[in-house]
């Protein structure tokens, strides 16, 4: 599936993207964002809804895509990711597109102190 050019997404939704794409589950969510876990399921349905995503790691992707989580910690190549493997007790080396993603997200923090260190 594709997303629409730029999905009309809700801060809150958006929020929930991000924080599932770093590998929260929806109590951890429903905490950050002051709400109860049903109501931050009910967030993530209405984003997935409005990016005409399958499921989570899906949509994850496609608001990547959109432009909707640029700027955030991106630790995932084509679903929720790396850190998300590793929470299930998954080897997230086994996963090619969250190991590349992963390695990508290491060379951009090493490339970001180097440049602090310079400064």
């Known amino acids: 599936m594709t997303a629409p050019a730029r999905p009309e997404l809700t801060e809150l939704e958006i929020e929930v993207l991000h924080l599932a794409s770093e590998g929260l589950g929806y109590e951890e969510i429903a905490k950050r964002i002051y709400v109860i876990p049903r109501r931050a ?3 993530k349905t209405s984003a997935l809804r409005k990016l005409g995503a399958r499921n989570i790691a899906n949509g994850i992707l496609l608001a990547c895509r959109a432009g909707l989580l ?3 910690p991106q630790r995932h190549g084509d679903h929720a990711g790396y850190e998300a493997h590793r929470k299930r007790g998954e080897d997230p080396k086994l996963c090619e597109a ?3 993603g992963e390695q990508a997200h290491k060379a951009a923090l090493r490339a970001r102190q180097k440049l602090s ?3």
């Open 98 to 100: 969250c190991s590349a």
């Open 117 to 119: 260190a310079s400064a």
């Open 70 to 72: 640029d700027g955030r």
């Open 41 to 43: 399921t009910e967030i």
